[in-house]
């Protein structure tokens, strides 16, 4: 089922990965870490506050909820507890979406320069790659705490295609949330939209204004 398919992946010469929702079946342990982190404390999750951390880096995420509820924790106390509480779920249970290792390595085989743009955490992103034996298929790893914003800003990108000695127009971008979609066009990236669970309400955006919309890669194997 792949909607528009507007790429030529032959002159794409730069892929860039998102990780969470995209080449890994994660976005559950999120949903479920702030439910299950703010019921502790007596706290109901407000649904838009799910979505509004979506595109932002853990540490971001943090700072929010620390602002927005009386928990009597620093951003720092809710970083390192939210770490503490799903870092066993990367480290063992987390696993790559259907035929996303197997695109990787195709491309890295087939000499893509490959880099992970992620909102997540290195501790996360590589205990999670590794376990899957996908780590050494990427040659820039981004991070979005590392430039300051989440995914509602091209820093991100902008700075991986800075180490990547890439340009826009020979990149390809892969992700699964609208945030980074608009994102990410407004600085010339073509986006490939791997559909997840999490990013059900905007599907119909993200059908019609994605580059390349898939159900998952072993469309594109």
Same mark, same amino acid.
């Given at each position: 089922?792949?909607?528009?398919? #507007?790429?030529?992946?032959?002159?794409?010469?730069?892929?860039?990965?998102?990780?969470?929702?995209?080449? %890994?079946?994660?976005?559950?342990?999120?949903?479920?870490?702030?439910?299950?982190?703010?019921?502790?404390? =007596?706290?109901?999750?407000?649904?838009?506050?799910?979505?509004? %951390?979506?595109?932002?880096?853990?540490?971001?995420?943090? /700072?929010? %909820?620390?602002?927005?509820?009386?928990?009597?924790?620093?951003?720092?106390?809710?970083?390192?507890?939210?770490?503490?509480?799903?870092?066993?779920?990367?480290?063992?249970?987390? #696993?790559?979406? @259907? =035929?996303? #290792?197997?695109?990787?390595?195709?491309?890295?085989?087939?000499?893509?320069?490959?880099?992970? /743009?992620?909102?997540?955490?290195?501790?996360?992103?590589? %205990?999670?790659?590794?376990?899957?034996?996908?780590?050494?298929?990427?040659?820039?790893?981004?991070?979005?705490?590392?430039?300051?914003?989440?995914?509602?800003? @091209?820093?991100?990108?902008?700075?991986?295609?800075?180490?990547? =000695? /890439?340009?826009?127009?020979?990149?390809?971008?892969?992700?699964?949330?609208?945030?980074?979609?608009?994102?990410?066009?407004?600085?010339?990236?073509?986006?490939?939209?791997?559909?997840?669970?999490?990013?059900?309400?905007?599907?119909?955006?993200? #059908?019609?204004?994605?580059?390349?919309?898939?159900?998952?890669?072993?469309?594109?194997?």
């Amino acid at each position: 089922m792949i909607i528009n398919n #507007k790429i030529d992946f032959d002159k794409i010469q730069n892929y860039i990965f998102d990780m969470d929702g995209t080449l %890994v079946d994660s976005m559950h342990l999120w949903d479920n870490l702030l439910i299950d982190f703010l019921g502790r404390y =007596g706290y109901e999750t407000p649904h838009d506050l799910l979505r509004e %951390v979506a595109c932002m880096s853990l540490l971001q995420s943090s /700072a929010l %909820v620390s602002e927005m509820f009386d928990l009597g924790l620093s951003a720092n106390d809710i970083y390192n507890e939210w770490l503490a509480m799903i870092y066993d779920g990367y480290a063992h249970d987390v #696993k790559p979406k @259907p =035929g996303a #290792k197997e695109f990787v390595k195709a491309a890295r085989d087939a000499g893509k320069k490959i880099a992970v /743009a992620t909102a997540n955490s290195r501790e996360l992103t590589e %205990v999670c790659l590794k376990n899957n034996g996908m780590l050494e298929y990427f040659d820039v790893f981004v991070f979005a705490d590392d430039v300051g914003s989440g995914k509602s800003s @091209p820093d991100i990108y902008l700075e991986t295609l800075r180490q990547m =000695g /890439a340009e826009p127009e020979n990149s390809v971008l892969f992700e699964d949330i609208y945030e980074a979609l608009r994102t990410a066009k407004k600085i010339g990236l073509s986006v490939v939209i791997a559909e997840d669970a999490a990013s059900v309400p905007d599907r119909p955006r993200l #059908k019609s204004e994605a580059d390349i919309y898939i159900k998952d890669f072993t469309e594109l194997t």
